[in-house]
C-alpha cells in the first residue's frame, strides 16, 4: 500500500499543480486550489465569480471594472455549486479525484468535484459548467 500523503489539502492541491505543469496541461496546472475565479456567463455574457474558498461555495456577481476587490466588500453568495458525481468527471478532473482519492485526501477529491461542477447564474438563471467557464476565461 502507498505511503499516505503527508501534506494538508492544500498541500496535496498544489503537488496535482505541479504534476499538471509538468505534463503541460493547460488552466489547470495554476487553477486547482481553493479560492475564486472569475467567469463570464455563457448565456448572458455577465461578470460572475465562483467561489470554492474554505468559507463559503457559490456564485456571486462580479464587478467587471474593479481592478482590485477590497478584502469584505465581495457580493454575496447568491446560487450554489453543484459537484459532479465522481464517476462523471471530465479528464483531467476523474484522474485527479482518483489520485486525492487513493492518497486519503477526500477533502481534495471533493473540491475537485465542485470545481468540476455546475452552477447557476444569479443574473439569468441558466445552468453552465464550472470548469468550462473558468478554462474560457483563463485561455
Ligand atoms: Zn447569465
Known amino acids: 500500500m502507498a505511503r499516505p ?3 494538508d489539502e492544500d498541500d496535496f492541491l498544489y503537488w496535482l499543480e505541479h504534476l499538471l505543469a509538468f505534463e503541460g496541461v493547460p488552466i489547470w496546472r495554476r487553477n486547482l486550489r481553493r479560492g475564486e475565479y472569475p467567469v463570464v456567463c455563457p448565456s448572458c455574457a ?11 461555495q ?3 456577481l462580479r464587478d467587471p471594472n474593479a481592478r482590485f476587490r477590497v478584502v469584505g466588500r465581495e457580493g454575496p453568495i447568491l446560487t450554489g455549486v453543484r459537484p459532479a458525481a465522481p464517476a462523471n468527471l471530465p479528464p483531467p478532473a476523474s484522474r485527479l479525484h482518483g489520485l486525492a482519492v487513493r492518497a486519503g485526501q ?15 447564474c444569479p443574473d439569468c438563471a441558466s445552468e453552465f459548467s464550472v470548469p468550462d467557464q473558468i478554462a474560457v476565461f483563463q485561455a
Open 46 to 56: 455577465g461578470s460572475l465569480e465562483i467561489d470554492l474558498s474554505y468559507r463559503l
Open 58 to 60: 457559490g456564485t456571486r
Open 106 to 120: 477526500s477533502a481534495a477529491a471533493d473540491h475537485l468535484t465542485h470545481l468540476f461542477g455546475r452552477t447557476t
Open 5 to 7: 500523503f503527508e501534506g
